[in-house]
């Protein structure tokens, strides 16, 4: 069993800056994948970005390519989400989340998930 506990949203201006963080807990964190997604109101859970076990293999959802960095420190068992230029349009709850398997960009592939935190971005 893993627990997750994300934390650096915030409210932010257009083209401002914010870093997530998620710490985790329990299963030996260097096994498994890492996520993030994010869930706007009204809409569903949405992918954003994922990185392997080791670090090495990173993805991005298309409208955060280039803007936004994941990244993963397994000596600190955490996993962050650096996010730059930001726009109206990334206002959402974001969640980390974790996958056993393989590093994917597939919601329901991840069997952990954090409790969320809130990232808003004013125009």
């Known amino acids: 069993q893993v627990q997750l506990v994300e934390s650096g949203g915030g409210l932010v201006q257009a083209g401002g800056s914010l870093r997530l963080s998620c710490a985790a807990s329990?299963?030996?964190?260097?096994?498994?994948?890492m996520g993030w997604f994010r869930q706007a109101p009204g809409k569903e859970r949405e992918f954003v970005a994922a990185?392997?076990?080791?670090?090495?293999?990173?993805y991005y959802a298309n409208s955060v390519k280039g803007r936004f960095t994941i990244s993963r420190d397994n000596a600190k068992n955490t996993v962050s989400l650096q996010m730059n230029n930001l726009k109206p349009e990334d206002t959402a709850v974001y969640y980390c989340?974790?996958?056993?398997?393989?590093?994917?960009?597939?919601?329901?592939?991840?069997?952990?998930w954090g409790q969320g935190t809130q990232v808003t971005v004013s125009s």
């Open positions: 990185i392997s076990w080791n670090g090495r293999n990173t």
């Open positions: 989340a974790a996958n056993f398997r393989d590093v994917s960009t597939v919601r329901d592939e991840y069997d952990y």
């Open positions: 329990g299963r030996t964190f260097s096994s498994y994948a």
